[in-house]
């Protein structure tokens, strides 16, 4: 998910090396921190687009994660509908970001425009406690880490017309044809996304696989409850609102071309209701 996918794994402990965080069996990796599986198994199995990874979490960001998490850190468990002005503290719009890396462009949208909030969510834990160092350090309340999977989240906890955003960076391409089925960007998930957008919110998505991009296209511009915010339709240029990573700079250097895509959410159509309050059907738009 995001930039994560091309995030160099930290280094390992050389073997033997005693481990300074070793626990019992059975005692959570961080005890006040994120869960293993917050969802557990009261939702169905399926296809999923993210592929959790093991790597190792520093010092700091074991840190973040013990004492920023039961402040800033919500576990996707699909167990209750969030109050969002609960969650932050205020009633600003809220825009989710699905898959956000080590959490560097994250923090630096966050800054630029601090009266936004953003869920952030991914399940790399080194990224998660990654960007809570990132917001204690910058004073960033206007960031919280969700962990866990994105479409519970959005399925099970976020209630009709919550969001004033969605943004999907750099998700994991699965390039093999097999694979192509559990790439996030599908029609059923753009229906299950558009349920939980303010007419007029953005969905903003990034990505340097071309493939991809050209199916994000496709989707997009086939569903209806979305429109292309770029006259004539076509890819967007990159916002000035969208920082540069340094993994994006990295394949540019490479001659990966980088394509981003922003679609408003439409207005749902009233049906029209005749003169004694008959219900007429809507019939499909020409031209």
């Known amino acids: ?73 919500l576990d996707i468990d699909g167990q209750r509908v969030i109050d969002l002005t609960e969650l932050f503290g205020n009633t600003g719009p809220v825009v989710l970001e699905i898959g956000f890396g080590m959490g560097e462009a994250t923090a630096r949208m966050a800054a630029a425009d601090p009266d936004t909030n953003i869920l952030a969510v991914d399940v790399h834990t080194p990224g998660q406690g990654n960007l809570l160092a990132l917001a204690d350090r910058n004073g960033l309340s ?10 519970i989240l959005l399925r099970e906890m976020l209630a009709p017309g919550s969001l004033a955003g969605l943004r999907v960076y750099f998700p994991d391409p699965w390039p093999k044809k097999r694979h192509h089925k559990r790439r996030l960007i599908q029609p059923e998930f753009l229906t299950l996304a558009a349920s939980r957008l303010a007419p007029g919110g953005v ?12 199916q994000m296209l496709e989707v997009l511009t086939a569903h209806p409850d979305f429109e292309n915010t770029v006259p004539g339709g076509g890819f967007a240029p990159r916002p000035d609102h969208r920082p540069q990573t340094r993994f994006e700079g990295q394949g540019l ?35």
């Open 1 to 73: 998910m995001s930039d994560s996918r091309h995030a160099p794994e930290s280094p390992q402990p050389p073997l033997g090396t005693p481990d300074r965080h070793a626990r019992a069996k059975g005692e959570p990796r961080f005890p006040d921190g994120p869960k293993a599986d917050p969802a557990g198994s009261h939702f169905e199995r399926r296809i999923r687009s993210f592929q959790p990874r093991r790597s190792r979490v520093t010092t700091g960001q074991a840190d973040a994660l013990q004492r920023l998490w039961p402040k800033w850190g």
């Open 142 to 151: 206007n960031i919280r880490v969700g962990n866990g999977d994105a479409i």
């Open 203 to 214: 969905v903003h998505c990034a990505t340097d696989w071309e493939p991809y991009a050209e």
């Open 253 to 287: 250097e490479k001659g990966h071309v980088v394509n981003d895509l922003l679609f408003r959410r439409v207005q749902p159509s009233v049906p029209d209701r005749g003169q004694h309050g008959e219900q007429h059907e809507e019939q499909p738009p020409t031209g």
